[in-house]
Protein backbone atom coordinates (compact mmCIF):
# COMPACT_ATOMS: atom_id res chain seq x y z
CA UNK A 1 0.00 0.00 0.00
CA UNK A 2 1.12 3.29 -0.95
CA UNK A 3 2.03 5.98 1.71
CA UNK A 4 3.08 9.53 1.54
CA UNK A 5 5.72 10.82 3.66
CA UNK A 6 7.17 14.29 4.28
CA UNK A 7 11.31 15.01 5.56
CA UNK A 8 11.99 17.92 7.42
CA UNK A 9 15.34 19.03 8.70
CA UNK A 10 15.88 20.61 11.82
CA UNK A 11 19.61 22.30 12.17
CA UNK A 12 22.10 25.21 13.67
CA UNK A 13 22.23 23.87 17.11
CA UNK A 14 25.27 23.77 18.99
CA UNK A 15 25.45 21.40 21.57
CA UNK A 16 28.26 19.27 23.58
CA UNK A 17 27.71 16.17 25.31
CA UNK A 18 30.33 12.58 26.27
CA UNK A 19 29.83 9.19 26.06
CA UNK A 20 31.02 8.20 29.54
CA UNK A 21 30.72 4.64 28.57
CA UNK A 22 33.16 5.08 25.31
CA UNK A 23 36.55 4.54 28.11
CA UNK A 24 39.13 3.64 25.03
CA UNK A 25 38.16 6.40 22.59
CA UNK A 26 38.01 10.28 22.85
CA UNK A 27 34.24 10.44 23.18
CA UNK A 28 34.34 9.99 26.87
CA UNK A 29 35.56 13.70 26.97
CA UNK A 30 33.18 16.42 26.68
CA UNK A 31 32.78 17.56 22.69
CA UNK A 32 30.65 19.38 20.58
CA UNK A 33 28.99 19.61 17.08
CA UNK A 34 26.76 21.43 15.23
CA UNK A 35 24.54 19.51 15.26
CA UNK A 36 20.98 18.72 12.61
CA UNK A 37 18.45 16.44 12.60
CA UNK A 38 16.17 15.00 9.42
CA UNK A 39 12.62 13.94 10.65
CA UNK A 40 10.62 11.52 8.54
CA UNK A 41 6.62 12.37 8.60
CA UNK A 42 4.03 9.71 6.98
CA UNK A 43 0.33 10.05 6.60
CA UNK A 44 -2.75 10.72 5.15
CA UNK A 45 -2.67 14.02 3.16
CA UNK A 46 -4.94 16.88 5.09
CA UNK A 47 -7.05 18.95 3.16
CA UNK A 48 -3.80 21.28 1.83
CA UNK A 49 -2.38 17.99 0.02
CA UNK A 50 -0.21 17.62 2.80
CA UNK A 51 1.11 14.75 5.13
CA UNK A 52 2.89 17.39 7.92
CA UNK A 53 3.02 21.25 7.81
CA UNK A 54 6.88 22.06 7.51
CA UNK A 55 6.04 25.07 9.44
CA UNK A 56 3.89 23.35 11.24
CA UNK A 57 6.30 23.31 14.83
CA UNK A 58 5.88 26.84 15.07
CA UNK A 59 2.36 26.87 14.41
CA UNK A 60 1.53 24.00 17.14
CA UNK A 61 -1.19 24.05 19.80
CA UNK A 62 0.40 20.73 21.43
CA UNK A 63 3.46 21.01 23.69
CA UNK A 64 6.86 18.72 24.18
CA UNK A 65 7.41 18.73 27.69
CA UNK A 66 5.41 21.62 28.31
CA UNK A 67 6.90 23.86 25.20
CA UNK A 68 6.08 24.43 22.09
CA UNK A 69 8.52 22.28 19.34
CA UNK A 70 10.25 24.86 18.25
CA UNK A 71 11.36 26.26 21.81
CA UNK A 72 11.87 23.13 22.85
CA UNK A 73 14.29 21.62 20.36
CA UNK A 74 16.03 25.31 21.25
CA UNK A 75 15.91 24.32 25.27
CA UNK A 76 17.21 20.73 24.32
CA UNK A 77 19.86 21.26 21.80
CA UNK A 78 21.23 25.21 21.67
CA UNK A 79 24.16 25.78 23.49
CA UNK A 80 23.64 23.07 26.01
CA UNK A 81 25.82 20.23 27.61
CA UNK A 82 23.94 16.82 27.25
CA UNK A 83 24.17 14.07 29.87
CA UNK A 84 23.13 10.74 30.26
CA UNK A 85 21.27 10.22 33.42
CA UNK A 86 23.70 7.57 34.69
CA UNK A 87 26.98 9.40 33.66
CA UNK A 88 29.10 9.04 36.66
CA UNK A 89 30.31 12.70 37.22
CA UNK A 90 25.96 13.89 37.02
CA UNK A 91 26.36 15.81 39.83
CA UNK A 92 29.46 17.84 39.12
CA UNK A 93 27.15 18.63 35.56
CA UNK A 94 24.64 20.03 37.63
CA UNK A 95 26.70 22.29 39.61
CA UNK A 96 27.79 23.75 36.52
CA UNK A 97 24.55 24.10 35.40
CA UNK A 98 23.50 25.19 38.91
CA UNK A 99 26.46 27.87 38.99
CA UNK A 100 25.44 29.34 35.40
CA UNK A 101 28.77 28.09 33.15
CA UNK A 102 26.36 25.25 31.11
CA UNK A 103 22.66 24.49 29.97
CA UNK A 104 22.57 21.27 31.07
CA UNK A 105 20.15 18.63 29.75
CA UNK A 106 20.12 15.37 31.46
CA UNK A 107 18.57 12.44 28.95
CA UNK A 108 18.55 8.58 29.21
CA UNK A 109 21.74 8.03 27.25
CA UNK A 110 24.23 10.01 24.81
CA UNK A 111 25.23 9.67 21.53
CA UNK A 112 24.38 9.93 18.23
CA UNK A 113 21.99 6.83 17.62
CA UNK A 114 20.38 7.79 21.38
CA UNK A 115 19.74 11.03 20.19
CA UNK A 116 17.81 9.98 17.34
CA UNK A 117 15.89 7.69 19.31
CA UNK A 118 15.03 10.58 21.75
CA UNK A 119 13.78 12.54 19.56
CA UNK A 120 11.91 10.17 17.47
CA UNK A 121 10.14 9.19 20.97
CA UNK A 122 9.70 12.53 21.34
CA UNK A 123 8.63 14.11 18.17
CA UNK A 124 6.63 11.12 17.46
CA UNK A 125 4.17 11.17 20.59
CA UNK A 126 3.24 14.93 19.66
CA UNK A 127 3.23 14.46 16.13
CA UNK A 128 0.71 11.83 16.73
CA UNK A 129 -1.60 13.90 18.88
CA UNK A 130 -0.74 16.87 17.03
CA UNK A 131 -2.52 15.74 13.86
CA UNK A 132 -5.03 13.24 15.96
CA UNK A 133 -3.49 10.33 14.37
CA UNK A 134 -3.28 10.92 10.69
CA UNK A 135 0.49 11.37 10.92
CA UNK A 136 3.46 9.81 12.81
CA UNK A 137 7.16 9.86 12.47
CA UNK A 138 8.64 6.82 10.98
CA UNK A 139 12.45 7.77 11.24
CA UNK A 140 14.79 10.57 12.81
CA UNK A 141 18.43 10.62 11.37
CA UNK A 142 20.79 12.56 13.91
CA UNK A 143 24.08 14.48 12.49
CA UNK A 144 27.20 15.70 14.37
CA UNK A 145 28.30 16.54 11.10
CA UNK A 146 27.92 16.27 6.81
CA UNK A 147 30.28 12.57 8.02
CA UNK A 148 28.23 11.15 11.09
CA UNK A 149 25.10 10.36 11.62
CA UNK A 150 23.16 7.85 13.02
CA UNK A 151 18.96 6.81 12.38
CA UNK A 152 16.50 5.11 14.60
CA UNK A 153 13.13 4.43 12.43
CA UNK A 154 10.35 2.25 12.78
CA UNK A 155 10.44 0.59 9.62
CA UNK A 156 10.42 -3.06 10.06
CA UNK A 157 12.09 -6.21 8.60
CA UNK A 158 9.70 -6.25 5.80
CA UNK A 159 11.11 -3.38 4.26
CA UNK A 160 14.56 -4.81 3.89
CA UNK A 161 13.52 -8.36 2.68
CA UNK A 162 11.37 -5.96 -0.15
CA UNK A 163 14.61 -4.37 -0.75
CA UNK A 164 16.15 -7.90 -1.39
CA UNK A 165 13.85 -9.27 -2.75
CA UNK A 166 13.24 -10.93 -6.44
CA UNK A 167 12.18 -7.11 -8.01
CA UNK A 168 15.08 -5.64 -6.45
CA UNK A 169 18.89 -6.78 -5.98
CA UNK A 170 21.30 -6.36 -3.08
CA UNK A 171 22.88 -3.56 -5.44
CA UNK A 172 19.13 -1.49 -5.15
CA UNK A 173 19.26 -1.79 -9.26
CA UNK A 174 15.17 -2.27 -10.42
CA UNK A 175 14.97 -5.56 -12.24
CA UNK A 176 18.70 -6.87 -11.85
CA UNK A 177 17.40 -10.00 -10.08
CA UNK A 178 14.41 -10.63 -12.53
CA UNK A 179 14.25 -13.19 -14.95
CA UNK A 180 11.44 -12.74 -17.66
CA UNK A 181 9.17 -15.69 -18.51
CA UNK A 182 9.90 -16.93 -22.45
Known amino acids: MAKFRSTKVFDGFSTVFRQWKAETTHCKYVHGYGISFKVWFEGDLDERNWVWDFGGMKRAKGKIDGMSPKDWFDYMFDHT ?90 SGIWGENQQSEK
Open 81 to 170: LIVAEDDPFINAFKNMDEAGVAQVRVIPATGAEKFAEFIYKKVNEFVKKETEGRVKVVQVEFKEHDKNSAIYTSYDDQVESFMNGPAISN
